[in-house]
């Protein structure tokens, strides 16, 4: 038969107060090291995102025309367009191309471009667009995509020729047959000599 006590109940009831008495005291120092820890670790990452931020170059400062090394996702550097972004050199799949990188103060879902340091300038009679528009392949001649009235059937427009307006390209086919309009980027072959000057090319 357990032994009783007048005021703490029996030997075992005051064991068990004990041990949960220490449980307690044991989970509480537990939490309050991992919330330390926890707090720690959020704020040196923030302290380290404060470093990152305040070195790089405020939107309002941007300079069109000018060339800047870049934090991106696919550039590393590219000239600021004067509206919402940076055009640089990528490559993809062995190939290297315009691109553009809008910046990240400018869209949260979209922005990806931050401007780290002035490098250099593009010269005012060099396009800032990544192309120079839309030829047709077979003539190359300037072509515009025009879309259809909403009530016809069929496709929602077509390309056509700005000369004539025709979707028929004016070079002769196979059986003099006309062809239709095949349009082509036109590239600006002279931003994209410019931006290698500054090694702009990613690997």
Same mark, same amino acid.
């Given at each position: 038969?357990?032994?009783?006590?007048?005021? =703490?109940?029996?030997?075992?009831?005051? $064991?068990?107060? $004990?041990?949960?008495? =220490?449980?307690?005291?044991? !989970?509480?120092?537990?939490?309050?090291?991992?919330?330390?820890?926890?707090?720690?670790?959020? *704020?040196?990452?923030?302290?380290?995102?404060?470093?990152?931020?305040?070195?790089? $170059?405020?939107?309002?400062?941007?300079?069109?025309?000018?060339?800047?090394?870049?934090?991106?996702?696919?550039?590393?550097?590219?000239?600021?367009?004067?509206?919402?972004?940076?055009?640089?050199?990528?490559?993809? =799949?062995?190939?290297?191309?315009?691109?553009?990188?809008?910046?990240?103060?400018?869209?949260?879902?979209?922005?990806?471009?931050?401007?780290?340091?002035?490098?250099?300038?593009?010269?005012?009679? !060099?396009?800032?667009? $990544?192309?120079?528009?839309?030829?047709? *392949?077979?003539?190359?001649?300037?072509?515009?995509?025009?879309?259809?009235?909403?009530?016809?059937?069929?496709?929602?427009?077509?390309?056509?020729? /700005? /000369?004539?307006?025709?979707?028929?390209?004016?070079?002769?086919?196979?059986?003099?047959?006309?062809?239709?309009?095949?349009?082509?980027? !036109?590239?600006?072959?002279?931003? =994209?000599?410019?931006?290698?000057?500054?090694?702009? /090319?990613?690997?």
């Amino acid at each position: 038969m357990a032994m009783k006590f007048s005021k =703490f109940g029996t030997v075992c009831d005051r $064991i068990r107060l $004990i041990q949960n008495c =220490f449980f307690v005291r044991t !989970i509480r120092k537990t939490s309050q090291t991992r919330a330390l820890t926890h707090a720690a670790w959020i *704020g040196s990452g923030s302290l380290a995102f404060l470093n990152w931020s305040q070195g790089m $170059i405020k939107l309002e400062q941007l300079q069109r025309g000018t060339v800047y090394r870049l934090q991106s996702r696919n550039l590393e550097c590219g000239v600021w367009n004067g509206e919402d972004g940076f055009i640089g050199i990528r490559t993809k =799949f062995g190939l290297r191309f315009l691109d553009m990188e809008i910046h990240w103060g400018l869209s949260k879902t979209f922005g990806t471009a931050q401007a780290l340091e002035t490098m250099g300038t593009i010269p005012e009679s !060099i396009s800032l667009n $990544i192309s120079l528009g839309t030829e047709c *392949g077979n003539c190359h001649k300037p072509v515009n995509y025009v879309k259809r009235p909403a009530e016809q059937k069929g496709a929602s427009g077509e390309w056509l020729h /700005d /000369d004539d307006d025709s979707p028929n390209c004016s070079v002769p086919f196979q059986n003099s047959k006309a062809r239709k309009a095949s349009p082509v980027v !036109i590239p600006n072959d002279a931003l =994209f000599a410019e931006l290698r000057k500054y090694d702009c /090319d990613t690997q």
